[in-house]
């Protein structure tokens, strides 16, 4: 193994914060490829760290659903596959439609206002090319409606489902043909949940999640 990446120092992190985020960043780039081990002294003499931060990444990674444990093998960066896909998907289906229902009940006019300057920085933002970039405004599109919800429970279980997602969200946002039904998506969403009609917000943001599916499912089956 022969990694190109290396770690970014950030003075307010604790070290073991900025190894787990440079190995993430790694796995979600393609630069740590599905199926590659993790040798635990090559990572460390590569970052110039002790092996425990190194752990405790992997650890963490595991947990996340990035990384699996192999018997007798050590771990290694996991597969994407439909079925994965589909366990994580079908959840954040059922709770974004929650979201939006509730959402429509408990926006305010400013978090509305905050969607809509969201979804244009969403729309600029394709303009970089970045998918970590992109994906992180359309992390920052959802989270407006999460907290419309006023519901932390909700959040919470949005929250943890948060990595798992935003790995098929990389995925799909690799795809520029895509970009002007997200667009158009976004701004469906901020008028169905504007006007509080529910069933059109659920059916929308359903279809959002639908398409995305599609797509990550299509790149699997092309690595096959």
Same mark, same amino acid.
């Given at each position: 193994?022969?990694?190109?990446? @290396? &770690? ?6 604790? $070290?073991? *914060? #900025? ?8 796995? %979600? ?46 771990? @290694? &960066? ?6 994965? $896909?589909? *366990? #994580? ?8 439609? %929650? ?40 992390v920052k599109f ?11 429970r909700l ?70």
């Amino acid at each position: 193994m022969e990694p190109n990446f @290396e &770690v970014n120092m950030n003075e307010y992190l604790p $070290l073991r *914060d #900025v190894v787990f985020n440079t190995l993430r960043q790694a796995i %979600l780039r393609g630069e740590l490829k599905p199926g590659e081990r993790l040798m635990e002294i090559q990572l460390a003499n590569k970052l110039g760290v002790s092996r425990t931060p190194i752990r405790e990444a992997i650890r963490k990674l595991e947990l996340e659903g990035l990384v699996l444990m192999v018997p007798r093998k050590g771990a @290694e &960066v996991a597969e994407i596959t439909e079925k994965n $896909l589909m *366990d #994580v998907l079908e959840v954040r289906k059922a709770l974004e439609e %929650l979201a939006v229902e509730l959402a429509c009940d408990r926006i305010s006019q400013g978090q509305i206002e905050e969607m809509k300057v969201a979804a244009k920085e969403f729309q600029q933002v394709l303009k970089s090319g970045d998918v970590t970039k992109i994906a992180e405004a359309d992390v920052k599109f959802h989270d407006i409606i999460f907290s419309a919800t006023d519901n932390q429970r909700l959040i919470s279980l949005l929250n943890n489902l948060r990595e798992q997602m935003y790995r098929f969200r990389v995925e799909h946002l690799k795809k520029k043909e895509c970009y002007p039904k997200l667009m158009e998506e976004h701004e469906l969403i901020i008028e169905m949940i504007e006007k509080r009609r529910k069933k059109e917000a659920c059916e929308i943001i359903g279809k959002h999640i639908d398409n995305q599916v599609i797509t990550v499912s299509d790149v699997i089956r092309e690595k096959k």
